[in-house]
């Protein structure tokens, strides 16, 4: 007899509390704990599709956004594994299956993860370890034609850095983020990021600072691998409102991304040059405009158009969930924001809450030209989160006026009792912590 879906999560949530605890760190950067159980798993990484690895700072799930739904588009099956999730843990496993990949299922998750826990024995390892390693197994396990390996933090120490011939090696742009892990300059973390690339494998690499192109460059050229960097092997422009593509073997013109944003131009023109860079997969144009036509990405300036948190605010207001986090990912999420403000003018306000290892002043620096009005929010059952007081002092050093609000739908409800002649545009953003219970309380999680 079949165990229920409520005891099977139960059971998964018990196993997952238990791997919590092998470890008194919940980040430990190193390779030798994964080199170990990947040992006594039979190396099942050494078992996969062919793998494009993908590292930086932001823009890492977005892309893999595009290369999942182009891959899929052209009748292949991809496997995905990506972090941190929003709302469930099945959210970083997403299983290949023929017109379109599935998320890994709890029964699926529970096996693996129990085969990971036996072979662990009880020794140290972190939660991150030890479900890359069940991921790794998920994919040898199930065929496919493709697997997406996005870099949880750094690169060159981070758990999925153990496949020694990925079939590319892409790096999104790199930025401030992190510094307590991969160093305090610009150059020490696009060194960490830069460490994935493999001896002769093909380098994708998004545009970047000087700074970190060229440890970028330099790096490749160590390994020998050949490097397609941005507006140099390929380029990415906005044409009336569409996206153009070209490289050495010709221009594509496609439609542009439903991701919103300038950014997801750049994301998408990332994933087409990953693509045509690589030899093994055949992707025609047709392909190309439907993956980057139809890839979604949860909490990445994603408007939300149904569920509960609508009737908390304003009649008539917008809602916008963005996960970003550090300096640049505010700048582009209010680039996104002065777009839509061209479009339609609203007053903006900003629901914000965010970890305690971000620099909030940098962050929210971002929007003090759009906006003076901001409520700093707690993020609920979260470990290291950042207290609103903390939150509201770095608001108010930058010259704007700040509330505080006990969680996201009180801020709602404080805002519906605003008399404003226009319904506002309401950004929820500062921690994907955040948006991730925004979209639980909403009701929407990513299916």
């Not at 609203?346 to 305690?356: E, K, W």
């Not at 006990?406 to 948006?435: D, F, M, N, Q, W």
């Amino acid at each position: 007899m079949n165990a229920s879906p409520d005891s099977t999560k139960a059971s998964l949530d018990a196993l997952i509390g238990r791997l919590s605890a092998l470890h008194r760190k919940r980040i430990d950067l190193g390779l030798e704990r994964m080199h170990r159980l990947l040992e006594r798993l039979d190396h099942p990484e050494r078992k996969l599709p062919p793998v494009i690895h993908v590292a930086g700072t932001n823009g890492k799930g977005s892309t893999v956004a595009y290369l999942r739904a182009t891959l899929e588009a052209a009748s292949l099956r991809v496997h995905a594994y990506t972090s941190p999730y929003l709302v469930r843990i099945n959210e970083c496993f997403r299983l290949g299956r023929l017109g379109g990949g599935v998320l890994v299922t709890d029964d699926e998750l529970l096996a693996a993860l129990e085969q990971v826990e036996r072979v662990n024995a009880g020794e140290p390892a972190t939660v991150f370890e030890l479900k890359t390693a069940a991921a790794f197994l998920l994919f040898a396990q199930n065929p496919a034609d493709a697997v997406l390996l996005e870099v949880g933090l750094g690169g060159r120490l981070d758990s999925t850095n153990v496949v020694d011939t990925p079939a590319a090696c892409v790096i999104t742009p790199v930025s401030m983020d992190h510094m307590d892990f991969l160093g305090s300059t610009l150059a020490s973390i696009a060194a960490e990021k830069a460490a994935i690339i493999k001896r002769g494998v093909p380098v994708i690499c998004a545009e970047q600072t000087g700074e970190a192109m060229a440890v970028i460059e330099a790096q490749a050229r160590q390994m020998r691998a050949p490097l397609f960097a941005a507006n140099e092997s390929w380029h990415v422009n906005v044409e009336h409102g569409r996206l153009v593509y070209s490289d050495e073997r010709g221009l594509m013109d496609l439609a542009a991304p439903r991701l919103f944003g300038r950014h997801q131009f750049d994301n998408a023109g990332l994933a087409i040059a990953t693509l045509r860079a690589i030899a093994t997969f055949k992707v025609n144009q047709a392909a190309f405009e439907a993956g980057i036509v139809g890839a979604e990405w949860p909490a990445r300036m994603q408007r939300l158009t149904s569920g509960e948190l609508l009737a908390l605010g304003p009649q008539g207001s917008e809602i916008w969930l963005d996960g970003g986090h550090n300096a640049d990912g505010g700048r582009v999420t209010a680039a996104a924001l002065g777009d839509l403000e061209e479009r339609v003018s609203r007053p903006l306000v900003v629901i914000a809450g965010m970890m305690a290892n971000k620099d909030a002043k940098a962050f929210l620096a971002n929007f003090a030209g759009l906006t003076r009005h901001i409520i700093a929010v707690p993020i609920p059952d979260t470990e290291n989160a950042m207290p609103v007081d903390h939150l509201a002092d770095a608001v108010r050093s930058l010259g704007m006026r700040v509330e505080i609000a006990p969680g996201v739908e009180a801020a709602l409800r404080s805002l519906a009792k605003l008399a404003c002649e226009v319904p506002p545009r309401i950004l929820i953003t500062g921690s994907l912590y955040l948006a991730g219970h925004v979209l639980g309380l909403n009701g929407t999680p990513p299916a």
